[in-house]
């Protein structure tokens, strides 16, 4: 088989969807890298691809990923108990009704402060002001220390880790710098946090938690670890700001969603939502090796060999998706979700597997965030607005410029 890393990096997140229909919806079959890997697509493929027996997460992750995006020693690359327990901390963390509205109310405040100063500055670059409004939101929610001067740079950092993770040049490499500045800031406080006492008798903290978490062994996480684990709460709330470009794309592109949002129905803002995360690309697709011989659609799968979950591909299928290219947020109205359908953010049980433990903090935060700017006057000028499918992670090329806020 062909290598298809070349290919990969040029199309992005059309590469994938490409090699299903040239194999007729077959399973895709090439390697990355050098290695073998085996493509899958649709619902049973999430629930074969998140069953713990089938697919180990050990070791498939590349380097370059571990090493800008999730850190070394994530819950990300964990298996069996030792995943088990750490990622019961993040679920506690992360899925708590209370605390996601906690955050989203930190936010809607950043963002008033945020917009108070907009007025008089001319254009605005609305990514990078989300990413600050939330990079300042999580650290107090989360209880972070953020020293004066801090923020802006944090948030510089947390983007830039996902940012780079895909890519093999600068970017890469400002990724990685990104990453040890802020676990070297993290895991300092960490210790200092360790040196004044258990987080008993004091009002815990997502912080606090991470900080004193024990892991399946009973041991603490040592510091740079947990470091790595704070990052997993601040770099995918930041990287929400990808979404709220979109949002604001959307929101450009089809003015009639702004009524709907205007009129402070939770459905409406929950549905806008849900549209902007599956019809707009984040992640392109997920990996993990096969832990044994399996079979898949008549295929034999052979241990060891990485094996990719089409999630861009998923999310634009017509047999799941009536219209899948039409951006249409009434798909969402009044219809449940299904987890093993709609997978921007990977699928499986949040619970008892891989899911990302983030995605009620993700809706609620584009929730509001969208209702936000259908409530905001603004000038949208003339810029770049298109969206580069070969570039992952991608977004509006200008990164949404906006003036004359009132």
């Not at 990079?135 to 004066?148: S, Y």
Request: with cysteine; charged share 25%; proline share 7%.
């Amino acid at each position: 088989m062909a290598d298809s890393t070349l290919p990969l990096l040029l199309q992005g997140y059309a590469w994938l969807p490409d090699r299903r229909r040239r194999s007729g919806g077959a399973p895709v079959r090439t390697r990355l890298l050098g290695k073998r890997v085996i493509a899958l697509h649709g619902p049973a493929a999430v629930r074969f691809f998140y069953d713990e027996e089938h697919i180990h997460r050990q070791g498939a992750l590349p380097e370059p990923v571990i090493d800008t995006l999730f850190g070394q020693g994530a819950v990300h690359t964990l298996d069996g108990e030792r995943h088990r327990v750490r990622k019961g901390m993040f679920l506690h963390l992360l899925k708590d009704p209370e605390g996601v509205r906690a955050l989203t109310d930190r936010v809607v405040l950043e963002w008033k402060g945020a917009v108070d100063g907009w007025t008089d500055r001319g254009p605005v670059v609305l990514f990078d002001e989300v990413a600050g409004v939330l990079t300042r939101a999580v650290h107090a929610w989360a209880g972070v220390p953020l020293a004066a001067g801090e923020a802006d740079g944090a948030a510089r950092d947390l983007v830039a880790m996902v940012d780079g993770f895909a890519s093999a040049g600068p970017r890469q490499l400002r990724a990685r710098r990104a990453r040890r500045r802020q676990e070297r800031r993290l895991a300092r406080l960490v210790e200092r946090e360790r040196d004044s006492g258990e987080a008993g008798g004091v009002r815990v903290t997502p912080f606090r938690a991470v900080a004193h978490h024990r892991d399946a062994d009973g041991s603490l996480l040592d510091s740079r670890t947990a470091a790595v684990e704070v990052l997993n709460i601040l770099r995918p709330t930041v990287a929400v700001s990808w979404f709220a470009a979109f949002a604001a794309h959307a929101l450009h592109r089809w003015p009639e969603n702004r009524t709907a949002l205007r009129e402070d129905d939770p459905s409406a803002a929950l549905a806008f939502a849900q549209e902007v995360r599956r019809f707009y690309p984040f992640a392109p697709f997920i990996g993990g090796l096969a832990a044994e011989r399996l079979e898949w659609a008549g295929r034999t799968i052979r241990p060891g060999t990485l094996v990719l979950l089409d999630l861009y591909g998923q999310n634009h299928d017509p047999d799941l998706w009536p219209r899948p290219y039409v951006f249409d947020p009434a798909r969402f109205r009044g219809t449940p979700v299904r987890p093993d359908e709609l997978v921007p953010q990977g699928g499986g049980d949040p619970a008892t597997g891989h899911r990302c433990p983030g995605e009620d903090i993700t809706l609620s935060l584009l929730s509001a965030l969208a209702v936000l700017l259908s409530g905001l006057s603004y000038r949208v000028p003339e810029q770049d607005l298109s969206i580069p499918l070969h570039r992952i992670p991608t977004a509006p090329r200008s990164g949404f410029v906006i003036e004359d806020v009132r």
